[in-house]
């Protein structure tokens, strides 16, 4: 994958390169959790656990199936 950071000007338009191209590996493993996690009011806390429970049960099972 290659990445390259610019800026761009609103009023004109003209795009200017903040930092050179690079190119970059994707990671081996992929994230688990790809959104940040809910506040911690009861409401959004209400089965946080149980569903994190079930999503390492499922990141070991295919884990296991892979080996």
């Known amino acids: ?6 800026r761009i000007d609103p009023r004109t338009g003209v795009r200017t390169q903040v930092r050179p191209l690079r190119t ?3 990671p081996d493993v ?4 790809g959104r940040f996690p809910p506040c911690a009011c009861p409401r ?3 089965g946080t656990d ?3 429970r079930a999503q390492v049960a499922e990141v070991n099972r295919r884990s296991r199936e892979a080996l």
């Open 24 to 26: 970059v590996e994707p």
């Open 50 to 52: 149980a569903r994190l």
């Open 44 to 46: 959004c806390r209400a």
């Open 30 to 33: 992929p994230e688990l959790f």
């Open 1 to 6: 994958m290659t990445i390259a950071v610019y």
